[in-house]
């Protein structure tokens, strides 16, 4: 249980072009979805927390308006990096959790990565 | 505010021989900790994870922590190496009510045939 997927693995694309990367979870409904930029031989580091039904939480220096967010199912959120740039290639990863009763954190479940490259 | 600092970016071991990586964390309230690794070009897997109750866990592939508060730690330890524990391995640390996971900067480990 808990797979989360992503799609595409790897996308390739020219500089000024979007692209739109999926994140689901598969077997369980998950409240929060978590997408994450890993720079080579790097830490994750939390780009926006998106909660089902409303507006992405962005962290401190990510471009709301570059990586658009949208968390529009219990199963589905989408990343869309518009108007990518070289320095925009990264593998990005997305993770979702399901909240226990009491508020308490359960574990984040990670998809396998995106790779994505702009020339 | 939490935060997670692994000691060692890189760890050699021999095939066979214990597997140490440290982890220490610092949290106001407190915490789930975690051990995740990673193969090249994936994404994370969930190795163990501590929540409440017993202090020693278990988890996946043979790899066990244990939370010792006194310390603020939660070194990741494997008593035989094998080749393929060769990954990247990453703690994190999340707050009791909270909802966001900090991540250590990860530390690679190699394994020696």
């Known amino acids: 249980g808990a797979v989360v997927s992503q799609h595409p693995s790897r996308v390739i694309c020219k500089s000024g072009t979007s692209v739109k990367i999926e994140c689901r979870s598969l077997d369980f409904q998950a409240t929060t979805m978590f997408w994450y930029r890993q720079f080579p031989k790097q830490s994750l580091m939390l780009m926006a927390t998106s909660n089902e039904g409303s507006k992405a939480t962005y962290e401190q220096g990510v471009e709301k308006d570059k990586f658009l967010i949208n968390h529009a199912s219990l199963t589905l959120s989408t990343l869309t990096v518009t108007s990518a740039h070289p320095e925009d290639s990264s593998f990005y990863i997305c993770s979702a959790r399901v909240g226990l009763a009491g508020g308490r954190v359960d574990t984040q479940y990670f998809g396998p990565g995106t790779r994505l490259t702009v020339l | 505010a939490q935060s997670v600092t692994q000691l060692g970016s890189h760890v050699s071991v021999s095939e066979g021989a214990l597997v140490l990586l440290r982890c220490n964390y610092s949290?106001?309230?407190?915490?789930?900790l975690f051990w995740y690794v990673q193969y090249p070009n994936q994404g994370l897997q969930l190795l163990l994870k501590?929540?409440?109750?017993?202090?020693l866990v278990k988890g996946i592939n043979g790899f066990e922590a244990e939370f010792k508060k006194s310390e603020t730690s939660f070194h990741l330890t494997k008593p035989s190496a094998h080749m393929s524990d060769a990954a990247e391995y990453f703690c994190?640390?999340?707050?009791?009510?909270?909802?966001?996971?900090?991540f250590g900067t990860g530390t690679s480990l190699t394994v020696i045939p």
């Open positions: 949290s106001s309230v407190p915490p789930y």
């Open positions: 501590y929540t409440t109750g017993a202090t």
């Open positions: 994190a640390v999340s707050a009791l009510a909270g909802n966001q996971f900090y």
